[in-house]
């Protein structure tokens, strides 16, 4: 007789739910452990099987136990508390899986080789002093003959996020509202509620943000609007020039948001098929574009650029001199080799037909079993489910790790149910996966499972 059986004082969910708690503080239960089946439990206790998946259910929202679909339900692994509440829950899907395709990340095998620009780093790059410029001038030429408008101020970060965070904390004060994209990056939501800042959802097409939307958000006296550009995360889709300029119109126009700075995050630039845009094309002195070379580059370069109006840029500099000071100017020699050898820049431009190559193909695949999938630029897809856990745990059943959808949607928004499927990392026959997928879609239309994602 499992342990469990003697542990529990009440038979309904709370109680079943708290005796497995009760296990696991004490050790009794340690991560990993399998647990019996919801029939063999109820079977035990007398129960109806509905009472053991209801706590089964309440158990697994609080982080005690994960279930591996028809691999069985174990008890999880220690929380990593420090990762942001959004970012747990994603982990929180960290199960053996035969292919990841959660994880958001670029193919490592589709990054340009290191070895050549690491050689050629200049001993100047490891003697420069405190005083010199925070960004190398030849980076910093690169960069301006590259931006999508001409902005008064460049600087080099620690990544997109970086330079987000450190623009937020400029502009915006505690209880200022921000716009967001829904679905947005999980990273932003978790980093406005970091500020103490207030996220107004801005509903999202294939060509990028919905006007009437946009406006309606503006009307809420923003401080900031922070946008993705192209290849948005997680729907893939890239913003169009005449959208840009429908939307920096609508930014000009507004007498609610006059002060208002968008924010873009141009995270896949170098890997998308899209041209670039920006509405720093119209309204250049409202605009803060974000340009990283984590996706198309390596993450671990951890390097973004920043441009925009100096008075916000110079303070960000500033503020950086009391922190790191700069970003490692070794590394910024390095994206600067990267960027201008023609290897490198044949490799990136491979990788980016490759990334499309993978995109269409996973299309066409699930267009083959049924199930729509809007076209996509860079590396994710957003796919409609009827049931975002069900949909999970079926993928998982097939050694398949996707991610949920939920974690993707501002507080208190509710959206038709979707998984996001990485298509960039599908390095095989993407045939088994869109049938694995395709079946999922059809299991979850039956409601076997009814969950819903939760963070602290």
Same mark, same amino acid.
């Given at each position: 007789?499992?342990?469990?059986?003697?542990?529990?004082?009440?038979?309904?969910?709370?109680?079943?739910?708290?005796?497995?708690?009760?296990?696991?503080?004490?050790?009794?239960?340690?991560?990993?452990?399998?647990?019996?089946?919801?029939?063999?439990?109820?079977?035990?206790?007398?129960?109806?099987?509905?009472?053991?998946?209801?706590?089964?259910?309440?158990?697994?929202?609080?982080?005690?136990?994960?279930?591996?679909?028809?691999?069985?339900?174990?008890?999880?692994?220690?929380?990593?508390?420090?990762?942001?509440?959004?970012?747990?829950?994603?982990?929180?899907?960290?199960?053996?899986?035969?292919?990841?395709?959660?994880?958001?990340?670029?193919?490592?095998?589709?990054?340009?080789?290191?070895?050549?620009?690491?050689?050629?780093?200049?001993?100047?790059?490891?003697?420069?002093?405190?005083?010199?410029?925070?960004?190398?001038?030849?980076?910093?030429?690169?960069?301006?003959?590259?931006?999508?408008?001409?902005?008064?101020?460049?600087?080099?970060?620690?990544?997109?996020?970086?330079?987000?965070?450190?623009?937020?904390?400029?502009?915006?004060?505690?209880?200022?509202?921000?716009?967001?994209?829904?679905?947005?990056?999980?990273?932003?939501?978790?980093?406005?509620?970091?500020?103490?800042?207030?996220?107004?959802?801005?509903?999202?097409?294939?060509?990028?943000?919905?006007?009437?939307?946009?406006?309606?958000?503006?009307?809420?006296?923003?401080?900031?609007?922070?946008?993705?550009?192209?290849?948005?995360?997680?729907?893939?889709?890239?913003?169009?020039?005449?959208?840009?300029?429908?939307?920096?119109?609508?930014?000009?126009?507004?007498?609610?948001?006059?002060?208002?700075?968008?924010?873009?995050?141009?995270?896949?630039?170098?890997?998308?098929?899209?041209?670039?845009?920006?509405?720093?094309?119209?309204?250049?002195?409202?605009?803060?574009?974000?340009?990283?070379?984590?996706?198309?580059?390596?993450?671990?370069?951890?390097?973004?650029?920043?441009?925009?109006?100096?008075?916000?840029?110079?303070?960000?500099?500033?503020?950086?001199?009391?922190?790191?000071?700069?970003?490692?100017?070794?590394?910024?020699?390095?994206?600067?080799?990267?960027?201008?050898?023609?290897?490198?820049?044949?490799?990136?431009?491979?990788?980016?037909?490759?990334?499309?190559?993978?995109?269409?193909?996973?299309?066409?695949?699930?267009?083959?079993?049924?199930?729509?999938?809007?076209?996509?630029? +860079?590396?994710?897809?957003? %796919?409609?489910?009827?049931?975002? =856990?069900? !949909?999970?745990?079926?993928?998982? $059943?097939?050694? #398949? /790790?996707?991610? +949920?959808?939920?974690?993707? %949607?501002?507080?208190?928004?509710? =959206?038709? !149910?979707?998984?996001?499927?990485? $298509?960039?990392? #599908? /390095?095989?026959?993407?045939?088994?996966?869109?049938?694995?997928?395709?079946?999922?879609?059809?299991?979850?239309?039956?409601?076997?499972?009814?969950?819903?994602?939760?963070?602290?």
């Amino acid at each position: 007789m499992h342990p469990l059986i003697d542990e529990i004082e009440q038979r309904n969910p709370a109680g079943i739910a708290a005796a497995l708690g009760r296990l696991v503080t004490t050790g009794r239960l340690n991560a990993g452990d399998r647990l019996p089946t919801v029939r063999e439990i109820a079977a035990e206790l007398g129960v109806s099987p509905a009472t053991v998946s209801q706590a089964w259910r309440a158990a697994g929202a609080a982080g005690i136990i994960v279930s591996r679909g028809r691999g069985g339900t174990f008890v999880r692994g220690p929380r990593q508390d420090w990762l942001p509440a959004r970012s747990q829950v994603m982990a929180g899907r960290d199960l053996p899986a035969r292919i990841d395709l959660s994880r958001g990340t670029p193919d490592p095998d589709l990054l340009p080789a290191l070895g050549p620009a690491l050689a050629r780093v200049s001993q100047r790059a490891v003697t420069s002093t405190y005083q010199d410029l925070p960004v190398i001038p030849e980076l910093l030429t690169v960069l301006d003959d590259s931006w999508p408008y001409r902005a008064e101020a460049l600087t080099v970060v620690n990544g997109a996020l970086d330079a987000i965070s450190r623009s937020l904390e400029q502009i915006a004060r505690f209880s200022d509202r921000v716009i967001v994209e829904s679905p947005t990056f999980p990273p932003f939501l978790d980093l406005l509620d970091q500020l103490g800042l207030s996220a107004v959802p801005v509903a999202v097409d294939a060509h990028g943000p919905i006007p009437r939307s946009f406006a309606a958000a503006l009307a809420q006296s923003p401080v900031a609007a922070l946008l993705q550009p192209r290849a948005h995360n997680p729907t893939g889709a890239s913003m169009t020039e005449d959208r840009a300029h429908e939307l920096a119109l609508l930014v000009r126009a507004s007498s609610t948001a006059s002060g208002m700075i968008v924010i873009e995050d141009d995270h896949s630039g170098e890997i998308s098929l899209a041209d670039d845009v920006s509405l720093g094309r119209w309204i250049a002195d409202r605009v803060l574009h974000v340009r990283s070379y984590s996706k198309s580059h390596g993450p671990d370069l951890r390097i973004a650029a920043l441009g925009g109006p100096s008075k916000i840029i110079d303070r960000v500099v500033a503020r950086r001199m009391l922190g790191p000071g700069w970003t490692s100017r070794m590394l910024q020699t390095i994206l600067h080799e990267l960027l201008v050898d023609g290897t490198s820049i044949a490799q990136v431009g491979a990788a980016r037909a490759e990334y499309a190559r993978r995109q269409h193909e996973l299309s066409t695949a699930l267009a083959a079993v049924g199930v729509s999938a809007p076209a996509a630029d +860079g590396i994710n897809t957003w %796919l409609a489910v009827d049931d975002e =856990q069900d !949909a999970i745990l079926q993928l998982a $059943a097939s050694g #398949i /790790r996707v991610a +949920g959808g939920t974690p993707f %949607l501002p507080r208190n928004e509710f =959206q038709p !149910a979707h998984i996001r499927v990485t $298509a960039g990392a #599908i /390095r095989e026959d993407v045939s088994p996966i869109a049938d694995a997928i395709g079946s999922a879609v059809r299991s979850s239309a039956n409601g076997v499972h009814t969950l819903t994602a939760r963070w602290a």
